[in-house]
């Protein structure tokens, strides 16, 4: 069975930083499409940053070029996102995907999905 279980959200204020975490169990995440989605109140699910080995794809949102970072530990079976200068516009809950597929970083490309872990980015 397949568990993704996100951490590392929290309350911060703008310019400051933050790593989510995504420990996962049932699959490997070095063979699947993995990303990190974004949901802010009233909008929709966005992609923020998605990796697929088996395409040689990697994806960011152009909001986040150069300040998101996303990563894998494949001995921990773990996936990152590394989130620095913050801003107002980041706040939502995150959430990590995995697919077998994945081919391209859109929530409805992926079938696995964490609980999520709320960001909150406020002066």
């Known amino acids: 069975q397949v568990q993704l279980v996100e951490s590392g959200g929290g309350s911060v204020q703008p310019g400051g930083s933050l790593r989510l975490s995504c420990a996962a169990s049932?699959?490997?995440?070095?063979?699947?499409?993995v990303g990190w989605f974004r949901q802010a109140p009233g909008k929709e699910r966005e992609g923020i940053a998605c990796i697929n080995n088996e395409i040689r794809f990697t994806f960011y949102d152009d909001p986040v070029k150069g300040r998101f970072t996303i990563s894998r530990d494949n001995a921990k079976n773990t996936l990152y996102l590394q989130m620095n200068n913050l801003k107002v516009e980041d706040t939502g809950t995150y959430y990590c995907?995995?697919?077998?597929?994945?081919?391209?970083?859109?929530?409805?490309?992926?079938?696995?999905w964490g609980r999520g872990t709320q960001v909150t980015v406020s002066s």
């Open positions: 049932g699959l490997t995440l070095d063979y699947d499409a």
């Open positions: 995907a995995v697919d077998k597929v994945g081919l391209a970083c859109v929530a409805r490309e992926y079938g696995h």
